[in-house]
């Protein structure tokens, strides 16, 4: 006697079985990411800033930024410094799997190249955490873009270039699209943000990076050193 096996528990077995292979394809490419910058231990960067944002006036910065694994970063410039933390630097802490669980999304062709999209999960829940995801180059394993939504609102998005430096591929240019309220006075301290009584504040700032010196042994001193930001 044939058993007649119901049409939605297959259904139910195909669908695991694709959201499984879907988890294991996205550790994968987040596995690959973490073992290619396992030798970075820290950078310095110059940094030059430009703003195109609607309702807020400031000039090009010039800055010096610097780089410690895991997730210690210091930036110093002669001028008033508004710097974009969130998107503004390379950080490959946040290929670290033990942080996030990896979700496929799509896959897909980025520039005429195939490409994933992933998104990371927080293994640990926080009061102010985000949704990100992550445009991958899978042909040459680089992160091309990157989206961020946080509470309140605030929505970042990351288009990145890369060069070759002492054997890493590390940004040399850096396109944020920010779509964030406007009553957040400490993005805008120490600038002119126009009073036009808009809600939300949308724009870009391009961040180009150059010289480049890679593992050069910064101490954890360094970053706790308070005082002026002068380089």
């Known amino acids: 006697m044939k058993q007649i096996v119901p049409l939605g528990l297959v259904l139910s077995i195909l669908f695991l079985s694709a959201t499984i292979q879907g988890q294991e394809d996205a550790s994968r490419y987040v596995e690959v990411l973490e073992k290619k910058y396992a030798g970075l231990k820290d950078y310095v960067v110059e940094v030059r800033v430009h ?8 000039p090009d910065i010039k800055a010096r930024l610097f780089y410690k694994a895991p997730d210690k970063v210091k930036v110093e410039s002669k001028q008033v410094l508004f710097f ?12 670290k799997r033990e ?6 999304l799509e896959r897909l062709m980025h520039q005429g190249r195939q490409a994933v999209r992933l ?9 102010n955490g985000h949704d990100t995801a992550l445009t991958i180059d899978t042909e040459q394993m680089l992160v091309r873009e990157a989206d961020v939504i946080q509470p309140g609102g605030r929505e970042i998005k990351a288009k990145i270039e890369y060069g070759r430096f002492s054997s890493f591929d590390l940004p040399t240019r850096i396109d ?3 779509d964030f309220p406007a009553s957040e006075p400490e993005m805008f301290k120490g600038f002119d943000l126009s009073p036009q009584g808009t809600k939300r504040v949308k724009g870009r700032i391009e961040l180009t990076y150059s010289d480049y010196r890679v593992n050069t042994g910064l101490s ?3 970053f706790k050193e308070a005082g002026p930001q002068k380089p």
């Open 51 to 58: 703003f195109d944002i609607e309702t807020f006036k400031a």
């Open 84 to 95: 974009p933390r969130e998107g503004g630097y390379f950080n490959p802490s946040l290929f």
């Open 220 to 222: 954890d001193e360094f």
């Open 119 to 127: 998104r990371l999960i927080p293994k640990e829940v926080k009061k």
């Open 176 to 178: 944020l699209f920010l």
């Open 99 to 104: 942080k996030f669980t990896p979700v496929l």
